[in-house]
């Protein structure tokens, strides 16, 4: 069924079989492009939802250039929008002579199309306008001769020259004390910072498995850090 009112061009398909939820993450995708951005966008995507409602916007772009006369370079997809259809119910055999129930969802896709490209372009950005800003949340800055590594932590990109000695953690050892600077942790206090996932970071590294939490090494860094 298709209709024309003030210089929309609508295409509708009902009873396609594929569930509301699925054809609606294709649908809002293509709201608000040109039409030959859609048709692009739904080409490219490898859903049953696209060819469900690109031959429902190829519908519409028809039903423009046949009984309107509108060319379909000037068209817009102002709204796409998926209904539930009624749903088909079916059985399946189940365990000790039961039944499971099987339910087959049907959509309604209806496509709305518009020569008032200005207007529905620019909706998503006012939009994004009336999103309030993020604010900006000011970090101190790390020593000179360190980053603040997202996935360790406080680091040093070399010898600071104020290291501790990492062996008298117990279970730590030389030959991981040398693998930790690699990944450049000196100190004690860098140690005693490490939260569930850097802990989790490091351990994947080195091959520790599991030996930071069983032996408490950001316990005993902390009091050797507080001496």
């Not at 490219?44 to 409602?53: G, M, Q, R």
């Not at 772009?61 to 817009?76: G, M, Y």
Request: glycine share 8%; hydrophobic share 40%; no cysteine.
């Amino acid at each position: 069924m298709t209709w024309k009112t003030e210089m929309e061009i609508r295409a509708t398909h009902k009873y396609a079989r594929i569930s509301a939820l699925k054809a609606r993450d294709v649908a809002r995708e293509v709201t608000g492009m040109a039409v030959s951005d859609a048709l692009d966008v739904i080409r490219f995507t490898p859903k049953k939802a696209a060819f469900l409602i690109g031959k429902t916007l190829k519908s519409a772009i028809a039903n423009a250039e046949a009984n309107h006369d509108i060319s379909s370079e000037d068209l817009v997809v102002k709204s796409a929008t998926v209904n539930e259809g009624p749903a088909l119910k079916r059985w399946s055999p189940a365990a000790r002579g039961g039944a499971s129930p099987i339910r087959k969802r049907t959509s309604h896709i209806s496509i709305v199309l518009t020569d008032e490209a200005e207007d529905v372009l620019s909706r998503k950005e006012k939009a994004q306008e009336a999103k309030p800003a993020k604010k900006k949340v000011a970090k101190s800055a790390p020593a000179e001769g360190s980053i603040d590594d997202p996935k360790l932590g406080l680091v040093y990109t070399a010898d600071p020259g104020h290291g501790d000695d990492l062996k008298a953690i117990t279970g730590l050892g030389k030959a991981v004390e040398g693998k930790l600077h690699k990944l450049g942790i000196y100190t004690f206090a860098q140690i005693a910072s490490w939260n569930g996932g850097q802990i989790a970071e490091v351990e994947e590294r080195l091959g520790l498995n599991g030996r930071i939490s069983k032996e408490n090494w950001v316990g005993q860094a902390a009091e050797l850090a507080a001496k």
